[in-house]
Structures are given as structure tokens and as C-alpha cells.
């Protein structure tokens, strides 16, 4: 996934060990990650580290996981509550995997509001500009070489684009098979 591989919530990627890092909290609420060769300081809920980002924003996570659960309950507008609820907080947390901001284009279609689920895989498309530049540090002059910013403002804006469009493709395919099943069904009945 560009510059940030995978998503952190609850747990570490699989072949990251998660006994490398040391959490300390300051009195501020700023957390600190130490490990033997580096010190990293975390700054609105996102450590950056060599390659990889650390998300901590435990609310957005349990949002996300609420919304799971009412959507898996088929209580549609709650999950969808939840997913707004998510994207708002994840604005202010960057870090977050794409797929995570394309759960709410998944649950409308799911819902049964293709059209909705449209206009918000399009918001997706229309938004990743501004999302890049904040994952690419594109305008913080205190963040890596301006060169090596772009590169990953490029990087991200090919891959999330890619992610958005087959999360979109997805949405369709499975919009065509509910609205097969319910042809299907109402030539049953």
C-alpha cells in the first residue's frame, strides 16, 4: 500500500514483533516509542517509524469495530453512523489503511443505497489529494528531503487510487448479484 503497507489497530502486522517498542505516556497524552537504535515521538495518535506508521487512535478502532458488528446485525444505519462516525475522527488521524475509508462505500451498497455507495467511492477519489499530501508530509518543510515527499505523494496517489477503484469494482459486482437475487426471488414468489 504505498508508503504505509498495512494497518495497525489492535495488533502489529503479522511479521512485525510487537516487543520492539517501549510506550511511554508524557503528561501532555503525547506518546513516546522507544526501541534499542531509535526513539520516535507520536503526534495526533500516529507514530512515524522507518517505513511504518503506528496508529494508537483506540476510538477510531472501536468504531469501526461497532459498525462491524451492527452491520453484521443488519442494522444498516447504525453501521453507517458508526463509518461516518470514523471517517470524521480519522481526518484528524492519519494512517488509517484505504480500505478502512472505503468501508462505508461497502456498507451503503450492502445497505441496498448503490447511489449513496457511489457518490462516496467518488468523495474517496475527490478527497485523496488532500489525503496524500497529509501521509506524504507533502507540506511539513520538517519531514524528510522535499524530493522523497513527492515520490511518496506520487505513490500514494497511483496506489490509493488503484484501492478505491477496486473497492468500487467490488461494490458493483456485488450490487449486480443483490439485485439478481431479488429478480430471482420475486419471479419465485
Known amino acids: 500500500m504505498g508508503i504505509f503497507s498495512f494497518l495497525f489497530g489492535e495488533k502489529l502486522a503479522p511479521n512485525i514483533p510487537t516487543n520492539i517498542f517501549r510506550e511511554t505516556k508524557r ?6 516509542y522507544e526501541t534499542e537504535s531509535k526513539k520516535v515521538v507520536e503526534t495526533g495518535g500516529i507514530a512515524i517509524m522507518s517505513s511504518f506508521v503506528i496508529n494508537k487512535d483506540e476510538e477510531t478502532a472501536a468504531l469501526g469495530r461497532q459498525a462491524t458488528v451492527l452491520k453484521n446485525e443488519k442494522d444498516w444505519d447504525g453501521a453507517i453512523a458508526c463509518l461516518h462516525a470514523q471517517q470524521a475522527r480519522m481526518k484528524n488521524f492519519p494512517g488509517h489503511s484505504i480500505n478502512t475509508w472505503c468501508r462505508l462505500g461497502l456498507v451503503l451498497q450492502q445497505a441496498g443505497s448503490m447511489d449513496e455507495a457511489n457518490k462516496e467511492f467518488q468523495r474517496r477519489l475527490d478527497d ?16 524528510f528531503p522535499a524530493k522523497g515527499k513527492k515520490a511518496n505523494y506520487n505513490r500514494i496517489i497511483k496506489t490509493y487510487t488503484k484501492v478505491i477503484e477496486e473497492n468500487w469494482e467490488l461494490a458493483r459486482q456485488r450490487e449486480e448479484r443483490r439485485l439478481v437475487m431479488l429478480m430471482k426471488n420475486s419471479k419465485a414468489a
Open 128 to 143: 485523496l489529494p488532500r489525503l496524500a499530501r497529509q501521509l506524504s508530509f507533502l507540506d511539513n518543510p520538517e519531514i
Open 27 to 32: 503528561e501532555d497524552g503525547v506518546v513516546t
